[in-house]
């Protein structure tokens, strides 16, 4: 019985783990969990935002869109415009398990401040110079 327990008490754990939206900034090196933000300035006020999900047993979109927007308001102090934004889920390898996989979940997009000097098109013409427009999303199969 004790080991029931305490794998019930792991399980409502990794739940609660993994039902957070990822705060680690990556360029502080690799999460705990997996997941993170990354971000650069590409032009005054103009960001790119990278978030991942920690590795759960489910994908998490929800999560990392509500650290994306909660970091695209840090960096622009509030009221931004959302370009080119692109969402993957990923299924990672088994590293004990053929049964028990993880996933992660990532978002990349571009925060244009409401206090930059670029309009939406200036803003869309740099990532594209740049070569950092994400690719458009590919048809499912079928």
């Not at 960096?75 to 370009?83: A, K, M």
């Not at 409401?114 to 309009?119: D, I, Q, R």
Request: proline share 6%; net charge negative.
């Amino acid at each position: 019985m004790r080991v029931t327990s305490r794998l019930c008490d792991v399980v409502a754990l990794a739940a609660l783990l993994a039902g957070c939206s990822p705060c680690h900034d990556l360029k502080d090196g690799p999460g705990l969990l997996g997941g993170g933000f990354k971000d650069q300035e590409i032009s005054p006020g103009l960001f790119g935002i990278l978030v991942k999900s920690d590795a759960a047993l489910w994908t998490n979109r929800d999560a990392v869109r509500a650290t994306w927007s909660r970091r695209a308001h840090e960096l622009c102090g509030g009221d931004y415009v959302e370009l080119a934004s692109q969402e993957l889920d990923e299924t990672l390898k088994p590293i004990n398990s053929e049964v028990l996989r993880d996933h992660v979940s990532s978002r990349i997009a571009f925060a244009l401040c409401k206090s930059s000097k670029l309009s939406q098109q200036e803003a869309l013409d740099v990532i594209e110079r740049l070569g950092m427009l994400p690719p458009p999303p590919r048809a499912a199969p079928m």
